[in-house]
């Protein structure tokens, strides 16, 4: 794998920090800008429906630029608007800065898949995958815990500031080591693109992607409060659990990206089948400690497993997109990072208490198995043997 496809996983990162490191910070920022906890959950949605509206508008802008290019770009205004957010005593102004961090997350975000791809070759597609995806994870593990640690210590802001300091290294190891040259599908036609991307079966994938997302963010967004409402953990042990999160899903996405191409049908229904059955488990003993200690470890393997699996699925349906296929694939994930909150928080706030996410997440799996099987449904069964080649592209006919 070339180093510099590592490099992306390590700018990823710091981005990976931002977007997840809320979870550990509703709290202070509930009480610091005089906000109830669903509405600072929103900013997690914020940030989501930011990369959503960003992720095919920033690659079609970026999509004939040099590609080290637009990510030093991309990650500059991202470090840049976490100085404003660590600032900030305004609430519309800490969110307006969290959507303006997505934008560039997106930007960022397309043009890093489809270079790690490019990067790694036909043969190592969802390794390359995972190694950027593994940025996130190894936010979860490290970042997102450091995170709550240093809101806990000095308040939320200071997350933010190491947020900001954070990505000046990654800034530095792109500038040295990304290929300057310009991506071989510059000229190619964006309406092309487009057309390569309507099939009926990378449509359903891209949707049961936004589920799968939806569902983990549901309960992720809310996993400080279950912890200390619900189970009856004290605040200290709110880092430990997201560290514990972290290191599942680094446990997924490290297993996925070596054994998915080998079997990608099976593993991925595996995985899918898994989470809804987790998430229900999960709500059903939010109240034992030791029960949430094995879950949360279980659920943010399976959750990033089986995540990557997905994009890896979409970057084989959606070939002849080979700029707007990562942005779509980011799109779509934060199409459930968007949602999982908000219908989470709608669920508290109906009275339904603190296990209402964890419940609402196994109803989000549910839906992502049917949207999963008519994918299925729209491709040619594999040859016995071949079961590497189940998800190859489809016509955009579908």
Known sequence: MPFSVYALGLAVFAQGTSEFMLSGLLSGISDDLHVSIPAAALLTSAFAVGIVIGAPLMALLGRNWPRRRALLFFLCVFAAVHVIGAVTSSYGLLLATRVVGALANAGFWAVALVTAVALAGPGARARATSVVVGGVTVACVAGVPAGAWLGAQWGWRAAFWAVALVSLPAIAVIAAAIPAGRPPSALASAHAEL????????????LTSALVQGATFCAFSYLEPIATH????????????LALFGVGSFIGVAVCGRIIDSRPVALTAAGLVSLAV?????????????AVFVLVLVQGMLAFGTGTALISHVFRLAAG?????????????????ALGPWIGGLAIDAGFGFRAPLWVSALLMILALGTAGAARACRPAPALGSGAHAYEQESPSG
Do not use: M
């Open 278 to 290: 987790g998430w229900a488990l999960f709500a059903w003993t939010a109240g034992s400690p030791a």
């Open 230 to 241: 619900v189970t009856g953990f004290g605040a200290a042990w709110v880092p430990a659990l």
């Open 195 to 206: 057309r390569s991307l309507a099939g009926r079966g990378l449509q359903l994938t891209l």
């Open 321 to 337: 997109a080979p700029t707007l296929s990562g942005s779509f694939a980011t799109a779509a994930f934060n199409v459930g990072g």
